[in-house]
């Protein structure tokens, strides 16, 4: 059996026939919920601290508390979890795919150029050819801004959000039910509730409004690390198209992004890489008419895709014994005894009825 087969073969423990009664028996029968919780309590305290001590006068920096939600808060239980839940074969498989570097090389102009050119887009569309603008001017908000920035925001919050979002929520997500798009639908207004620190400092109804705005964003974006992942089985360049994205328009936390070194004090440039993921996003749902790059279901009278997130139920026939004539050769892959007026069945109908 493949690595791919393996990963989406479901392999979660029976609590009851184990034994695991106690607080393991209650991860592996709720992985999601024990994630969610965990996230929700230990992670934002991390998030939030910076804003309580902003409350009391205490003026902190911001991101390495964000890093620290993002590792001990996401990375950390969607590591432990898929241990308790699934065992070590999982985790090597989920570490591989964390660092599958090795995909096509349109994956990661999607990240460098896509986006960033798409937020670009939308930026000069909504606040005019930025002002006082040099070519040395243009080199270095791509050097550092954009380059620089996507390298700083990758390695220690992007790639880890995405093993944690997608490589363990959103696909489990998609494993149970079947659809893509449902599993994006359900884990953007979480995914967007984990960046609720960073809009208390407004006033409440801009607060409530900026949070409405983020989770409907979210959609389109869940979709397009849905499909990204799908189609590749790597969450490296789904962190990496993250953290580029990121770089355009709003920054790493430690450094200006692209946009913002060239619009200096607009605010708002901060978040069209939020609306070019959206224009991205409904591009793919209706290009791939909402499955993202996932297969249909058998029923449909479609093999299963070997993807990493599709659970495969059919088993691999053996081979004929040599010597057999054509008509037994077919008749021995379907299972009946062959023979010259046998009629066939079509590959389609096979294949959609393998079990």
């Known amino acids: 059996m493949s690595s791919t087969e393996k990963?989406?073969?479901?392999?979660?423990?029976?609590?009851?026939?184990?034994?695991?009664?106690?607080?393991?028996?209650?991860?592996?029968?709720?992985?999601?919920?024990?994630?969610?919780?965990?996230?929700?309590?230990?992670?934002?305290?991390?998030?939030?601290?910076?804003?309580v001590a902003r409350a009391n006068g205490v003026e902190l920096l911001v991101q390495p508390f964000i890093l620290a939600s993002t590792l001990i808060g996401l990375l950390l239980p969607a590591v432990v979890i898929t241990r308790i839940v699934d065992g070590p074969e999982r985790v090597r498989e989920l570490w591989r795919r964390s660092f599958a570097v090795w995909v096509s090389l349109r994956w990661y102009a999607l990240a460098l150029i896509a986006v960033p050119a798409v937020a670009t887009a939308l930026t000069v569309l909504l606040f005019g050819m930025p002002v006082g603008v040099s070519t040395s001017s243009i080199l270095s908000a791509l050097v550092f801004g954009l380059l620089l920035q996507t390298v700083i925001a990758f390695v220690p919050n992007n790639w880890a959000e995405e093993v944690a979002w997608m490589?363990?929520?959103?696909?489990?997500?998609?494993?149970?039910?079947?659809?893509?798009?449902?599993?994006?639908?359900?884990?953007?207004?979480l995914f967007a509730l984990q960046h609720v620190a960073l809009v208390v400092g407004n006033s409440g109804l801009l607060a409530v409004l900026l949070m409405l705005m983020l989770i409907v964003l979210a959609i389109p974006f869940r979709a397009v690390t849905a499909w990204t992942y799908n189609r590749t089985g790597s969450l490296f360049i789904v962190g990496f198209i993250h953290a580029a994205g990121n770089a355009a328009a709003a920054g790493s936390g430690f450094g200006e992004s692209f946009l913002k070194r060239l619009y200096p004090g607009e605010d708002f440039v901060g978040i069209t890489h939020l609306l070019a993921f959206a224009l991205i996003g409904i591009v793919v749902i209706a290009a791939t008419r909402a499955r993202l790059g996932s297969s249909q279901p058998p029923s449909a009278g479609r093999p299963a895709d070997r993807n990493p997130l599709i659970q495969v139920t059919s088993r691999r026939r053996r081979p004929p014994a040599p010597g057999l004539d054509r008509h037994r050769r077919a008749?021995?892959?379907?299972?009946?005894?062959?023979?010259?007026?046998?009629?066939?069945?079509?590959p389609r109908m096979n294949a959609s009825t393998a079990s």
């Open 7 to 51: 990963l989406g073969r479901s392999t979660t423990r029976n609590p009851s026939a184990t034994g695991d009664t106690g607080f393991v028996g209650l991860v592996r029968r709720h992985p999601l919920t024990t994630f969610l919780v965990w996230f929700f309590t230990v992670g934002q305290a991390f998030a939030f601290a910076p804003v």
């Open 167 to 189: 490589g363990f929520f959103q696909a489990r997500l998609q494993e149970r039910s079947g659809s893509a798009m449902r599993a994006a639908v359900l884990t953007a207004p």
């Open 331 to 346: 008749g021995h892959r379907r299972g009946q005894p062959g023979g010259p007026g046998q009629r066939s069945m079509s």
